[in-house]
Each structure stands twice: as structure tokens, then as C-alpha cells.
């Protein structure tokens, strides 16, 4: 019996290894995916580092919010979005989301947290500003 509860668990985990691999994939972009994304107008790209980093430079068309504003600005009402961000509010079901940083690790939190948010669409753009800046820039 001792092997059989061993076998079912060790599925299990496998199954949730594979799910929780799909979902990091799924809410990834490539440089080529995110070039295709924004060429055919289908990305909203949102860069979650400082202000100053993003004056500095930053991918163009992205809407700069902080990444420690970022959770009251996305449950912020429209009207203050659009007044603060100077950009329409993203809606929960919006596709494509995309949130960059400078290396990486400030998208995926972001990303993660517009997901926790109910923001279904959010992806992080894993290469970052860094891999723009050296192949688009």
C-alpha cells in the first residue's frame, strides 16, 4: 500500500510541475513575440521601474508605473488612471499585458501581481529593458 500512496503523490507533483511550468511560460514574452505584439498593435506595455530609470530611456509607447505603485494603480478607479498614468486603465480581461523592468525581476513580480489582481492577460517580458536596449536600441 506504502508504494501505491508514494506513486499517486509523486503524479501529483509531477502534474503541478508541469502546470505551474505552462503557467510561467504562457505568461512570458519573447523579444521576437513581444516585437510581433507591438507591430500589430496588441500589447500594452507597462514599465515598473522608477521614474527616473524611465526617463533615462525607455521601449517605446510603454506607460511607466513604479512597480510600488503598481497594485493601487491597477485598483485605482479609470478617471485617476487616466489622470495620473496620462493612459486608459487596463481591464481585467485585457490581453497581453506586458510588464518589463530593467533585468527582469520587477516584471515577474509585477506580472505576478496583476495576475493575483485579476488581471488574466498580464505577461512579463523577461529579457527587459536590458535586451531592448542592446538589440532595439
Known amino acids: 500500500m ?7 503523490a509523486w503524479a501529483a507533483f509531477l502534474r503541478l510541475t508541469i502546470a505551474v511550468r505552462t503557467m ?3 505568461s512570458t514574452v ?11 498593435g496588441r500589447a500594452r506595455l ?9 526617463a533615462a530611456g525607455t521601449i517605446p509607447g510603454a ?10 494603480a491597477l485598483q485605482m ?4 488612471f487616466q ?3 496620462r493612459a486608459e486603465k487596463p481591464k481585467q480581461e485585457d490581453e497581453n499585458l506586458v510588464f518589463f523592468c530593467q533585468m527582469g525581476k520587477r516584471g515577474f513580480q509585477a ?9 488574466t492577460g498580464a505577461r512579463n517580458y523577461a529579457g527587459a529593458y536590458k535586451e531592448w536596449f542592446e538589440k532595439e536600441g
Open 2 to 8: 506504502l508504494p501505491t500512496a508514494r506513486g499517486r
Open 24 to 26: 510561467a511560460a504562457a
Open 30 to 40: 519573447s523579444l521576437p513575440e513581444l516585437r510581433s505584439l507591438l507591430t500589430s
Open 46 to 54: 507597462f514599465d515598473v521601474r522608477s521614474r527616473e530609470e524611465a
Open 63 to 72: 506607460v511607466n508605473i513604479p512597480v510600488s505603485e503598481l497594485e493601487s
Open 77 to 80: 478607479e479609470p478617471a485617476a
Open 83 to 85: 489622470a495620473l498614468y
Open 111 to 119: 506580472t505576478q501581481l496583476a495576475r493575483r489582481l485579476g488581471y
